[in-house]
């Protein structure tokens, strides 16, 4: 069964970086068929896509986050990164790590997230 | 970017009776491979989302068949047959087709 883990600190102060981790298991994260997501969840409020990457490094972001964000993949860890710089209080959020399938088009599977605030 | 607005944005349900949400897109959501990326997710209080539907109307792997979608091109529909107390929560879609990625507004749903 696959699994997806985020990590990462949980408070990040304003104009510094927020840097998470998400750990997949029961699969491999090298497959051609899959891309791997950050989506994020301010509390009590909409989804929004931060962006997706496919383990060969090819990277897609949300505009309206471009120039602060940064997604990376470490195919032997079997792991993929966020970090979105700059923050501010408007970043705090969950940050769930997701996969989309290639043929449905679906994102399929989630983390459970993980909540982080941005406050001094 | 493609704008995704949900109706209604709560539904109170009573058990046993159908359910209807519906989701309208700002442009076309079919891809230039053919497909139209559009799922439904739901989610529950302090739970991430979970897929229910995809490409319109292909139920993900263990969704009951109280869950059908429908719909074409801007217009996308999300039924539960009979809804039952574990359905409660927020509906989103959500278009792949394009990027960004982007998510409706969200329907709460909520037994009467």
């Known amino acids: 069964q696959l699994q997806l883990q985020e990590s990462g600190p949980g408070l990040v102060k304003p104009s510094e970086t927020l840097s998470l981790t998400c750990t997949v298991s029961?699969?491999?994260?090298?497959?051609?068929?899959?891309?791997w997501g950050w989506i994020r969840q301010p509390p009590g409020k909409g989804l929004e896509w931060i962006g997706t990457?496919?383990?060969?490094?090819?990277?897609y972001y949300n505009s309206s986050l471009k120039s602060r964000v940064t997604i990376s993949v470490d195919t032997s860890k079997n792991q993929f990164s966020l970090k979105l710089s700059s923050v501010t209080a408007a970043d705090t959020a969950v940050y769930y790590c997701?996969?989309?399938?290639?043929?449905?088009?679906?994102?399929?599977?989630w983390g459970q997230g993980t909540l982080v605030t941005v406050s001094s | 970017d493609i704008v995704m607005t949900q109706t209604p944005l709560s539904s109170p349900v009573t058990l046993g009776q159908p359910a209807s949400i519906s989701c309208r897109s700002s442009?076309?959501?079919?891809?230039?491979?053919?497909?139209?990326?559009l799922s439904w997710l739901h989610q529950r209080p302090g739970q991430p989302p979970r897929l229910l539907i995809y490409?319109?109307?292909n139920r993900f792997s263990g969704v009951p068949d109280r869950f059908s979608g429908s719909g074409a091109g801007t217009d996308f529909t999300l039924k539960i047959s009979r809804v039952e107390a574990e359905d409660v929560g927020v509906y989103y879609c959500?278009?792949?087709?394009?990027?960004?990625?982007?998510f409706g507004q969200g329907t709460k749903l909520e037994i009467k």
């Open positions: 997701s996969r989309r399938a290639w043929v449905s088009g679906a994102v399929d599977y």
């Open positions: 029961g699969g491999s994260i090298s497959s051609n068929y899959y891309y």
């Open positions: 990457i496919y383990y060969t490094g090819s990277t």
């Open positions: 442009q076309s959501l079919v891809h230039s491979d053919g497909n139209t990326y």
């Open positions: 490409k319109i109307s």
């Open positions: 959500m278009q792949v087709t394009q990027f960004p990625y982007t």
